[in-house]
């Protein structure tokens, strides 16, 4: 092996304009150069080594963002570059009291603007400025909040201007992300690089986020020592869920969506499986708009009817509150000095980016004359799409832009297009610069902010990029505030949890979570038994005959019709299909399309999806090797589906590695999420669900009395794929009988895969349920339990082997008691679902109205 | 003039509604020339809480919540309303009013003034009315003319409105764009009022919507039917320098004593009689009944 040492800095070339690593004369700044030594010490294999650590690290923990309509579909990989971003403690002080100053002039702006609007009647801001801005929401207007500070958290985009200080370049002040991906950040690199990061004296974040599940707890409109806070998510396709998820079981507070949430009688509640539990704090990632559909947009389902009022009465508290995206509004920027001016009597600490705001006459001509030079916004729209960048147009482009803000000047702003500064990123085994932005947050505390000593530094994909943005791709890095002096390690500090609402409560379960994690009981329980069923199956279908004529024995046609009974994928081969070639007649092709068609209901493919989204739902239970076998499962049924004309033993293969790795996943549930954290609802959805398919599975290969050798075929398939030959052969020690298979596969009390025992244990644990009756009188879904599990321990082998009479091919009293048995539990399901789940109501507008925004 | 109006409501949900919260703009506001005397409103069956409160625009909410389960839903208003909104009709056509051209409005628009800076959030775009086309600009700039009176114009564009457009009732809902009503020409009061104002603000002049009642007359000889009034919409315009001045397209008039007002804002948006959110699985029925008796 060569040597590998390099000298990063000489093989360092910047390519334009301001580069984080040089002073403004030119030279490296000292603690650049202490991260480039421990660098070169490590070598360049070690740290393509480390990055690919990394990588693997973020991946196990199933870090992710997902992108819109992103043909590389959801839950993308969060990318971490290994080379952080340097900042030293004396730069960092100036930026710290810029970002206070500036929170804290947006948080008189809010308070004005939806109060006594100042800042317009002293014409201090142009009134379209404010009520030009979609995010202006009238409906707040005189809205009390109940918080000290009218924002709460406030994000500022950060970069380094062409006079080599850190401008401001954005605002997000509605719900801005990215807290929970800087923890991660820090949490990775620190254990990638932990001898550099413990040498480079890095100011710890772990202060900072006391401070964040400190506000959120003084947020509470009545002085309470034990508030309730719940985090609001519009869900898991939102961009940024896994952080909502990450910061939920970071902070330990329960993950909500609006449809676990209701207003009543003035308050605010969370459905949990016990009943309602009032809520005082919510930490919310929906957006203003979508916060309360009878107030504001009325088409949506992310947040909850009525909330508003709620606010109104001072019975919650909303952070930030709802209306405050009006701050998202580069046309404040121009006025921003003035602002400081008249509230604090200050002028700015940050410079800002150069801004035009149109609805001034100077201002409007000036942007006309120059647009190709400048970079187009609307005050209330800062997405991709409304963006434009004036040298990227053509003529005709430009002159349909310059007819646009003539039309309505008002909603445009122009600013300048710089090149903010680079930094190093680690591609490859080379250091290349790259743009960046960083993304430092605000919290209020008491009557101040409190600022974290880092932040989200966000990095353009290439070389050429100049705009970031995650939505666009390119990767992001932790952010080092360093100190002069060692930093002392923080105790761990976990504070004293103090929300009363646990997320480790059954009783507290937001009923969404517990409807998921009942479904993700009943998905794994179908993938699995559906698995090993056509495994089993494509098995002797290869073993047997030629796979793609009709099936020349009675035995196999049985197994295929159980195949569409057990997926319900009618008609299949169990019924005649009304036109087309039949099922039957090409026995391998509807195999195929029962496993791998995920458009098709009920097959395989389909199946695993659902388990998919049932599982990415409840994410924020999830210990990091469930990730990593979930990945691996995604995986290989992926690398599968892309198969064009996979070889049978492929499949088979498939399947096998499949099972097992599902075998692995229900273990790692079993011991990663707790009994009362609702673990007991995925055990109720997979019990019932076991038992639904084995009944299904019986009444299909049993009730019917065939010839012998056939039967006795039969009898050994169900056993293979109930997984209990060699139970069987144990326990029994003869040849394969009607009898005591009966016994051994339904009646067994010991046996865990015996459908009494089954029962019997979901009777148990349906018990613990916060709504069932424990003494007296059982409730309606522990009825049809108890009865179903009495009529088991009535029934006799003997009986339920026999057919009613002899020259008769059908057991009746096992077909009676099947389908008997088969009604119960959906009865039990439906009962369930009603009780705990009641999602059944739809949210319907009283006017059905379209909203065009 | 003196009026009663009786404004009823029904929602007939096919399916239970178990519960729902729901917010009305039906109390008639303060207003220039007109005077509430009393107000009652009777929400079935009894709502479990009920709160009023003021809007943005100074309009009254209530706000109520039902939280057993109900099939129907009937809300009734009873107003009695005191009108003399008449007695300004000849300071409109005064010089005061009819003197000021489009440029002077627009000079006035500069100002800082209290009143004129309440008035001008009434150019920005709205709600519903939004990103509106060149039709309605090309629409508006026939009548409004930077030296012709903005009183005369506005009269004109009122005029032309209610020769230009038929009324059909059913061919729009409240969120028909208001381009597609423009080149259509046809609509209802709602929709005339924010042509008009989309007009006015093509122009860079302040418009408001308003929601209120208007008293029918009977053919002559004729019984009035009971219920056979109804809810209305209007526009009003800002004449810098002058005030508000309403105007009804549906009717090519000034709203004189028959017009009652219950809200203002923006557009239809702001001020909806009725709205909410309901919890069931059924779709709804309405049936909406107004009835305005003349007391003298």
């Given amino acids: 092996m060569p040597t590998t040492k390099t000298n990063w800095l000489e093989s360092y070339r910047t390519y334009q304009g301001y580069d984080e690593l040089y002073t403004s004369a030119a030279e490296v700044k000292d603690y650049w150069k202490k991260l480039f030594a421990q660098f070169e010490e490590l070598g360049v294999n070690e740290l393509t080594a480390r990055q690919k650590d990394m990588d693997w690290l973020l991946s196990e923990n199933g870090v992710t963002y997902n992108v819109y309509n992103d043909p590389k579909g959801m839950h993308r990989p969060w990318n971490l570059n290994l080379v952080p971003f340097l900042l030293h403690q004396n730069e960092w002080k100036t930026v710290k009291a810029g970002l206070r100053q500036r929170a804290e002039l947006l948080n008189h702006i809010l308070k004005d603007i939806y109060g006594e609007r100042s800042l317009i009647k002293k014409g201090v801001v142009p009134h379209e400025v404010i009520y030009g801005h979609k995010g202006f929401l009238r409906q707040c207007s005189g809205i009390p909040q109940v918080t000290q500070k009218y924002l709460s958290i406030y994000a500022a985009d950060l970069a380094r201007g062409t006079d080599g200080r850190l401008w401001v370049v954005n605002d997000r002040t509605e719900a801005p992300s990215g807290m929970g991906y800087t923890l991660e950040n820090r949490s990775t690199t620190s254990r990638i690089l932990p001898g550099i990061y413990s040498k480079m004296n890095v100011t710890r974040l772990s202060g900072f986020y006391q401070e964040l599940n400190q506000m959120l707890e003084d947020a509470s409109p009545t002085k309470k020592e034990h508030p309730n806070i719940v985090i609001l998510t519009p869900g898991s396709h939102n961009e940024t869920y896994f952080e909502h998820a990450y910061l939920a079981s970071f902070l330990g507070y329960p993950l909500v969506q609006g449809n676990d949430l209701v207003v009543r009688d003035g308050f605010l509640w969370m459905k949990s499986l016990q009943g309602l539990k009032q809520i005082d704090v919510v930490l919310r990632r929906v957006d203003d708009a979508f916060a309360d559909p009878l107030e504001l947009r009325e088409d949506s389902h992310l947040g909850v009817a009525g909330l508003l009022d709620v606010v109104r009465r001072k019975n919650v508290s909303i952070i930030n509150p709802v209306g405050s995206g009006v701050m998202e509004n580069p046309g404040l920027i121009p006025f921003m000095p003035g602002v400081a001016r008249y509230f604090l009597d200050e002028d700015l600490i940050l410079p800002q980016i150069a801004s035009w705001w149109c609805g001034q006459e100077k201002e409007k001509k000036y942007v006309l004359e120059n647009l190709s030079k400048l970079v187009i916004k609307q005050i209330d729209s800062t997405n991709r799409e409304s963006i434009h960048f004036g040298e990227f147009l053509n003529s005709g482009e430009l002159d349909q832009l310059k007819q646009k803000i003539a039309q309505r000047p008002y909603r445009f702003v122009a600013q300048e297009r710089i090149s903010f500064s680079t930094a190093p990123n680690l591609i490859e085994e080379h250091l290349e610069p790259r743009n960046l932005v960083t993304r430092a947050f605000c919290i209020a505390s008491g009557n101040d902010y409190a600022v974290m000593p880092g932040g989200l530094v966000r990095v353009a994909p290439d070389r050429e990029t100049i705009r970031v943005s995650n939505q666009r791709g390119g990767t992001s890095k932790d952010f080092w505030v360093l100190a002069d002096d060692p930093v002392k390690e923080d105790k761990i500090r976990l504070w004293q949890r103090r929300s009363s609402l646990s997320i480790s409560g059954l009783n507290d379960l937001p009923s969404l979570t517990a409807e998921n994690l009942y479904w993700a009981g009943r998905y794994v329980g179908r993938v699995l038994i559906n698995a090993r069923f056509l495994r089993m199956t494509l098995g002797q279908l290869a073993m047997i005959q030629n796979r793609n004529q009709e099936p020349n024995s009675d035995k196999l046609r049985i197994l295929l019709k159980t195949v569409t009974h057990l997926t319900g994928t009618y008609p299949g081969f169990a019924k005649k299909a009304k036109e087309g070639p039949q099922a039957i007649e090409h026995p391998y092709a509807e195999m195929l399309s029962v496993i791998k068609d995920k458009d098709r209901v009920g097959s395989l493919a389909h199946t695993i999806n659902m388990f998919g989204n049932a599982y990415y739902a409840i994410r924020n239970l999830w210990s990091s090797d469930m990730w990593r076998v979930f990945e691996d499962i995604q995986k290989v049924w992926k690398s599968f589906q892309d198969e064009e004309r996979p070889s049978m033993t492929g499949i088979l293969r498939v399947l096998n590695r499949l099972i097992t790795r599902l ?138 082997a026999a057919t009613s009479e002899s020259g008769s091919y059908i057991r009746q009293d096992l077909d009676t008691l099947l389908e008997e048995l088969s009604n119960l539990l959906y009865k039990t399901s439906q009962a369930i679902t009603s009780t705990y789940f009641n999602h059944t109501d739809e949210q319907n507008q009283l006017i059905v109205q379209t909203f065009p925004l | 003039m003196l009026f009663n109006v009786t404004h009823i409501t029904k929602y007939k949900y096919d399916a239970p509604v178990s519960y729902g919260h729901n917010m009305a703009t039906l109390r008639p506001r303060e207003s220039m020339g007109q005077e509430l005397l009393d107000y009652k409103i009777a929400i079935t069956p009894e709502p479990s809480e009920t709160s009023e409160r003021l809007d943005f625009f100074g309009n009254y909410i209530t706000r109520f919540s039902m939280q057993t389960e109900h099939e129907e839903l009937k809300v009734k208003t009873q107003s009695r309303v005191k009108r003399d909104y008449g007695r300004y009709r000849d300071q409109f056509f005064s010089p005061a009013c009819k003197n000021i051209t489009m440029d002077q409005a627009l000079a006035t628009l500069n100002s800082t003034e209290p009143e004129i800076l309440e008035a001008k959030q009434f150019t920005l775009e709205s709600t519903f009315i939004r990103k509106t086309d060149k039709g309605i600009l090309e629409y508006a700039q026939k009548s409004f003319q930077g030296n012709r009176s903005v009183f005369e114009a506005s009269f004109e564009l009122m005029q032309r409105i209610y020769t230009d457009f038929d009324f059909v009732s059913g061919f729009t809902t409240i969120s028909t764009p208001i381009n597609e009503v423009m080149q259509e020409k046809k609509g209802v009061c709602q929709d005339f009022a924010q042509i008009a104002i989309a007009c006015i603000r093509s122009m860079g002049l302040p418009a408001k919507y308003i929601s209120g009642y208007i008293e029918t007359l009977p053919p002559p000889g004729e019984e009035k039917l009971v219920g056979a009034d109804a809810s209305h919409a209007w526009f009003a315009i800002f004449i810098p320098g002058f005030g508000w001045v309403d105007f009804d397209p549906t009717n090519n008039q000034i709203p004189l004593d028959q017009h009652i007002v219950v809200g203002w804002g923006r557009d239809y948006y702001d001020v909806p009689p009725l709205k909410g959110v309901v919890y069931g699985s059924g779709t709804s029925k309405l049936k909406v009944s107004v009835d305005i008796a003349r007391m003298e």
């Fill in chain 1, 663 to 800: 075998i692995a996943f229900m273990g790692l549930i079993e011991e990663s999420i707790m009994i009362k954290q609702g673990l007991l609802l995925y055990f109720i959805g997979l019990q019932l669900e076991q038992s639904m398919l084995t009944i299904t599975k019986c009444r299909s290969l049993l009730t019917i009395k065939y010839e012998d050798a056939t039967e006795y075929d039969l009898l050994e398939y169900l056993l293979t794929s109930h997984e209990s030959l060699n139970i069987y052969r144990y326990s029994y020690r003869s040849y394969i009988q009607l009898a005591p298979v009966l016994n051994l596969v339904l009646l067994d009390l010991e046996y865990p895969r015996s459908l009494t025992y089954m029962i019997n244990r979901l009777q148990k644990d349906i018990v613990r349920l916060p709504q069932s009756e424990k003494d007296n009188h059982l409730t309606s879904y522990q009825k049809p339990v108890f009865e179903a599990f009495s009529k088991l321990r009535l029934a006799e082998s003997n009986t339920l």
